[in-house]
């Protein structure tokens, strides 16, 4: 089969639903990508044939191969250990686990068999952070995409990484320094498909209501419970006070907005005092972007939000580049 000789690294972002590939070329431009649903849960006990399979797909055959996510959890292909805040960022590329069925072809064997590939392969480590009280928190794939940042210029203040598992990271020269994540994108599918909230709520295809976004995002700060405030979605619809079709969006108003306010009224945390430059800086899709920086609006803040493709191939780039395996 011919291969696209142009591709010199490829970097993968394996989630736990969803994965997608960079290609890219010795200079770092990305030359090919390929997306799918073969996530970490999908590839349970056949990680190799998998990866094998992506790259056969995109013609590729690199000269290493770079993953990053939940392909290193528990979930994952192997589990790979969390470094913690005395990690910077670039110094991720002297943490990069082997994976070591993949990089050590047996005597005799087809190297370019499923079990076997040709080139290392190796997974980025994800972060264990310690808030002051010892609470541990961590994160698995973001650490890449915020790498990249650092490398596109971007390595002072609170960055937001919003997605299943929102995460909210301070970094400092290119160090971790805090850690927060919010579980705010997994609520607003649970709630929305299960329980009593979903048999309240209209159907996602239903109009997108900005007031009722806007009085979620409001409501999210008013010194009340979160459990509390979410049954008020519920009592807002079964009293007339607000349609079913608005539900889903008044929802996604106040999980966002508790988790923008819960931030922002904590002084110990850095990002009230960030929040006097009213700017935080956002990496994620862009339909997700457009949600925060409305909920920011509406408290007087903005996010800039940064191009999180570029951001993971920026990573992948330096991580190819400068990589010593653990």
């Known amino acids: 089969m011919t291969h696209n000789a142009a591709i010199s690294v490829v970097g993968v972002d394996w989630g736990t639903t969803h994965r997608r590939a960079y290609g890219l070329n010795k ?11 073969e996530g970490a849960l999908a590839c349970k006990g056949r990680f190799p044939q998998a990866l094998q399979a992506m790259l056969q797909s995109m013609q590729a055959k690199p000269r290493c191969v770079i993953l990053s996510g939940m392909v290193g959890s528990a979930l994952g292909w192997q589990v790979v250990p969390y470094v913690d805040g005395n990690v910077t960022l670039p110094e991720l590329a002297s943490h990069l686990a082997p994976v070591v069925e993949a ?7 087809d190297a370019g068999s499923a079990q076997n590939l040709p080139m290392p392969v190796t997974i980025v480590p994800g972060y264990c952070v310690r808030a002051a009280a010892g609470q541990p928190d961590v994160m ?105 079709s608005s ?35 956002l990496i994620g899709s862009q339909a997700l972007a457009t949600l925060y920086q409305a909920a920011a609006a509406i408290l007087g803040l903005q996010f800039e939000v940064l191009d999180a493709r570029a951001a993971f191939i920026a990573a992948t780039h330096y991580l190819s580049s400068h990589r010593i395996s653990a």
């Open 247 to 281: 539900s889903r969006a008044y929802l996604s108003g106040l999980l966002i907005g508790t988790e923008l306010q819960d931030v922002l009224r904590e002084p110990a945390n850095g990002a009230s005092r960030a929040a006097q430059g009213g700017t935080f800086k």
């Open 27 to 37: 200079d770092g431009q990305c030359v090919a990508e390929y997306s799918d649903d």
């Open 103 to 109: 990089s050590r072809p047996e005597p005799g064997t």
């Open 140 to 244: 698995r794939g973001e650490e890449t995409q915020l790498l990249g940042a650092h490398c596109l210029g971007h390595s002072d203040g609170w960055f937001v990484l919003p997605g299943t598992h929102s995460k909210w990271v301070e970094l400092r020269a290119g160090k971790v320094l805090q850690l927060r994540t919010y579980m705010t994108g997994e609520l607003f599918d649970l709630l929305g498909h299960h329980g009593t909230l979903a048999a309240a709520a209209g159907s996602a295809e239903a109009p997108w209501d900005e007031t009722a976004f806007s009085q979620g995002v409001l409501a999210g700060g008013d010194g009340r419970t979160l459990s509390h405030q979410l049954f008020g979605c519920r009592a807002r619809v079964v009293s007339g006070d607000m349609a079913a």
